[in-house]
Nanobody, 123 residues
Framework: VQLQASGGGLVQAGGSLRLSCAAS????????LGWYRQAPGKERELVAA???????NYADSVKGRFTISRDNAKNTVYLEMNSLKPEDTAVYHC??????????????????WGQGTLVTVSS
């Protein structure tokens, strides 16, 4: 399973960006989708996550500003980011966990990461 993220870029503080991440491959089902970020010199942290049932979870630092959503038909997860702050500057990675079709009679679990997309917020 491969994940392709897009939508990063340079934006001024207070601006908005929308990240997308599309999964491809022999996917049977995607259970959990999430966005993580890693700023220079810091550890990777969870930004937002969404389950197959639509339940969401957000980091305290982005609550009320970021919205995660998913399109199951397109195997895609989105992150709408509003009121961006300089401290949101980081490389954003998408993550997907689920099941894939290994061969004609085997289904196996996967935990895949996207390549990362850089978000830079200027003050």
């Amino acid at each position: 399973v491969q994940l392709q993220a897009s939508g990063g870029g340079l934006v001024q503080a207070g601006g908005s960006l929308r990240l997308s991440c599309a999964a491809s491959g022999n996917i049977f089902r995607i259970n959990d989708l999430g966005w993580y970020r890693q700023a220079p010199g810091k550890e990777r942290e969870l930004v937002a996550a969404i389950t197959i049932g639509g339940s969401t979870n957000y980091a305290d630092s982005v609550k009320g500003r970021f919205t995660i959503s998913r399109d199951n038909a397109k195997n895609t997860v989105y992150l709408e980011m509003n009121s961006l702050k300089p401290e949101d500057t980081a490389v954003y990675h998408c993550n997907a966990k689920g099941l894939y079709i290994r061969d004609y009679d085997h289904i196996d679990a996967f935990n895949a990461w996207g390549q990362g997309t850089l978000v830079t917020v200027s003050s």
